[in-house]
């Protein structure tokens, strides 16, 4: 007599009991298509793509190689093969970039009905324009870099600079973007800096701008706003924002092409946890702003800003027994 394994019932029980829950998913996908015809999500069904977002992190990392020659490739670069490679990562960041500014542009097109502008032959002439700064940028992050050594006796060389520290990632993903800006690239200028942001806790808006030598000590939690205007030789730690004032709803599109940001001007040091605000706040040539301070209206060049010590409370742990 053949003796029946219980056990293989349950499971074949199981099976089948899991075969009827997955014979309900066409169901579930229906209702969730025919939720989005309601109109109520939002969502991007259309013949033109959009932009890539794991493309444009590849994009920055092509970047990265390119500004900083040989630190971040897998393979020893040498006299013998740099010029070799370099002219690899060109093409392959040209073409790469080229394609995902077409798509930005065509997307902004299509979308919202705006007029034409050769959406392809814009990608190529606009990549094209932005590898033809690399050398200035190259120069801007070479002197960011040399700063950041400067300013910090915890380093102990430019390499770990450049290696490990997030304000550099997050300045140099800024100054790509910020070419992308300010030749009018919608999508991927944001997608890059809030790609910095979601690595490093720096959050730099591309329409900033940021003078040379500019240094982000620490740097979670650092927030500067679209119209933020830095001179050179500016120092700045953890936590700090340079922000906008709170507007109520209804005034919010009157202001977007206005400055609503402050202007730190040369040689200013702002220290960790100092919130600044107000497109009209100006902190004066070579001030230095201490921790904690809020700030709403303008600062005299050479002016210290501090506020009062707050009064400590210490207690023994006897005196916490009482």
Known sequence: MVKTNPDLNICAQEIKDVAGYREQVPRVADLIISHCDIGKCFTHIDNEPIPSKSSVIDILKQFRRILFPGYFDNQRLDPVNFRYTIGQIAATLFDALSVQISHAIRHDCSRYQKVCESCEQTGHQVALEVLEEIPRLRHKMAADVQASFDN????????????????????????????????????????????????????????????????????????????TIIGSRVRIYQGVTLGALSLPPDAVEDLRTQKRH?????????????????????????????????????????????????????????????
């Not at 009064?311 to 916490?320: G, P, S």
């Open 152 to 227: 910090d006796p915890a380093a102990k060389s430019v390499d770990e600079v450049i290696f490990s520290y997030p304000g550099i990632f997050a300045i140099m993903v800024y100054r790509i973007a910020h070419e992308l800006f300010i030749r009018n690239i919608p999508l991927l200028p944001r997608t890059m800096t809030e790609y910095a942001h979601s690595v490093t806790g720096i959050d730099i808006h591309p329409g900033a701008k940021i003078g040379e030598r500019f240094v982000i000590d620490h740097g979670t939690g650092v927030v500067i706003g679209e119209t």
């Open 262 to 322: 402050p202007t730190i001007e040369d040689d200013v040091i702002i220290y960790s946890g100092t919130t600044i605000l107000g497109g009209e706040t100006v902190i004066g040539a070579r001030s230095v702003i201490g921790g904690n301070v809020w700030l709403t209206r303008s600062v005299e060049p050479d002016t210290t800003v501090f506020i009062e010590a707050p009064k400590l409370i210490y207690k023994t742990l006897q005196e916490k027994a009482i």
